[in-house]
């Protein structure tokens, strides 16, 4: 028979060490999918890992894409190191774009230096309100925050429906479902000719920064790490949990609306239906795979973004199915939180002993 | 120093990655919104690419590239490795296909259902779907018994609803007590919402439904219900042998191949293409013999008078919802103002939202 035991002594280079091990397990377990579908396995992992990067636009495009990701990561990192479990990242994400976006179309051929501070700030605040519903409900009327989050997504998708149909259509779009394109003065800046790599990396630099000086150096990090440990000693330590929880979604939603308001002013240009390709939902793997750690999430964010330029290169050039991208995320998670019951639990297999049978 | 030397290694990297990619044969690529295997829209796209192929010209695609930032990097990894000609499928990719073509001018590009040709290496292209709407009017309109025809709606843009517009006259024409119910589900694929829509419209008494979304959901719901419907983009017949009286199909492999060999040859000039029954880029799937032999000739009667020009979808009169006159009687609508298309003609149920 078997055993499962809990270990006791987890060593911290180890923890921090799994995630790499996914990695590799993943490029593997990629290798032999490859493999069964008939390509070359070797070729393929390079065109899905190495080509992606293999020039400057490449690497831009994997700052791009990576940006939004570790952005809404860090963010959650908040959320889930204190227990509170905010799936709705998607959801602040769209409604920050949508703030954002309606400052840029009221701005709209507008000068000015502060027009985009404006837009990045009111976006940030957009996501953060669009937060605070989860929060409160779940301290005040004792809700379940994963649900109120989740429907909360639906409920700013179909917002950015109606106004991009409707009210805030571009009045020379015949009727497209999109919005004006916003004026330079609302676009973040470029900062190479050529490339789409924008100021928006700073915003992110500076969030993850942030992220680290308050999880690690204030007594907010402090209260956040032991609620996420133990409620109970939290409460018996005087912590007010219910602030926090309302502060942690708070930082969570204006990270996540920062990311929406990037995208907009940053590659797209304007509202439309489709500003994200469920960013918020990824950085939830994203958070993981970076042990929700400011640092990790940075590598966490660049693997992940690696894993869309890959599968596209890979289509592109030995036309391997779209889908085998979702299939590497799935891949990464799994081994992690594989490896990571491993490395908490102990399996002990026990030969059968004869009082038993 | 550090700076000279981050510059020059760019420089590097830069030229290395240009030069690796360079390559001589000649290259078609697409740029497909859904998956191939949606049996709708992209499904035809994906058939008149396979009709490239079979040229011997070399292609690729990337299926499910999301309208958002995502499309600009396909769209330019495709120009940067070294294909010729790129075709970009759905309307949400017009701005990215005329940002990459800017920066690509010895690469030709072609999108689908736009309207932006910003550079002398774009070409936009869409088919005539209203005159399949109106062989689809005239089939409705005589076999209905409730005088009520369901349509499911995607978008409000013209092309939309001048297809609710051409239906709804050729079916007046030969019903004059015919309403249309229109449902809009905002989204082009979505079998959940399409199926919904479908069942809303056949609880309001329609015994026929139509649709402008992709997916097979509601032609499954009307042979479920038992009421006739017909297929769109392809041939859906299999879906609901009963309930299909027949399709429109987009037929794209004639363009596909004739813009691929201009191309090849040299011979591909900025145009915009609006192609109908005529050209072939507008089909009908086979007609559904139980709507009776004599229904079958007078639709296919009708078929080879639209293209050959002898009869029009939006011959006058027209009238608005108002009964304002929108085209005289014995004028003919221009294709300018059917690009811009957007008021219900008499007859049509409801409002176009705003």
Known sequence: ?357 | MYKLFLRSLISVLFLLGFSLNANAEFKVGFVYVGPTGDHGWTYQHHEGRNAVEALGIKTTYVESVPEGADAERVIRQLAQSGHDLIFTTSFGYMDPTNKVAKDFPNVKFEHATGYKREHSNVSTYSARFYEGRTLLGHMAGKMTKTNTIGYIASFPIPEVIRGINAMTLAAQKVNPDIKTKIVWVFTWYDPGKESEAAQALIDQGADIIMQHTDSTAPVQVAEKAGVWSFGQASDMQRFAPKSILTSIIDDWAPYYVERSIAARDGTWKQQDTWHGLKEGMVAMAPYNSAMGSDLVKEVEQLQKDLASGKAHSFTGPIYDQKGNVLVAEGAVADDGMLAGMNVYVKGVEGDIPQ
């Open chain 1, 1 to 357: 028979m078997i055993k499962v035991e809990k270990r006791n002594d987890v060593s911290r280079s180890i923890y921090f060490l799994t995630p790499i091990l996914a990695i590799f397990l993943t490029l593997f377990g990629g290798g032999i999918i490859f493999f069964i579908l008939g390509f070359n396995p070797i070729e393929a992992l390079k065109f899905f890992f190495i080509t992606p990067i293999s020039d400057l636009y490449g690497l831009s495009e994997l700052l791009v894409k990576a940006t939004p990701l570790c952005l809404i990561a860090i963010g959650l990192s908040f959320c889930f190191k204190s227990n509170n479990w905010n799936i709705g990242a998607e959801g602040q994400l769209i409604f920050g774009g949508i703030v954002g976006g309606g400052v840029a179309l009221l701005f709209y051929n507008h000068d000015g230096f502060y027009v985009l501070p404006i837009i990045i700030l009111s976006g940030a605040i957009g996501g953060m309100l669009f937060a605070m519903i989860p929060a409160i409900l779940k301290t005040y009327f004792n809700t379940n925050e994963i649900l109120v989050s989740l429907m909360l997504v639906y409920v700013a998708k179909l917002l950015l429906d109606y106004l991009v149909v409707g009210p805030w259509s571009n009045p020379e779009g015949f009727n497209f479902p999109e919005t004006r394109q916003f004026s330079e003065s609302a676009r973040m800046p470029i900062l190479f000719d050529g490339l789409r790599i924008h100021a928006g990396i700073f915003i992110t630099l500076i969030t993850v920064f942030l992220s680290w000086l308050i999880l690690y150096k204030t007594y907010l990090g402090f209260q956040i790490k032991v609620s996420g440990l133990s409620l109970k000693t939290a409460k018996y330590a005087g912590y007010k949990g219910k602030t926090m929880i309302i502060i942690v979604f708070m930082i969570s939603g204006a990270c996540a609306g920062l990311a929406g308001v990037g995208e907009i002013t940053g590659p797209i240009g304007q509202l439309h239906r489709n500003i994200s390709p469920d960013y918020g939902f990824t950085a939830i793997i994203v958070a993981f795979l970076g042990r929700l750690n400011p640092i990790g999430i940075i590598f966490a964010s660049l693997i992940v973004a690696l894993t869309y330029l890959g599968a596209e290169t890979a289509q592109i050039f030995l036309q391997v199915p779209k889908y085998t991208g979702q299939v590497f995320q799935g891949m990464i998670l799994f081994f992690l939180l594989g490896s990571d019951y491993l490395l908490f639990f102990k399996i002990k297999f026990l030969g059968l002993k004869k009082n038993e049978l």
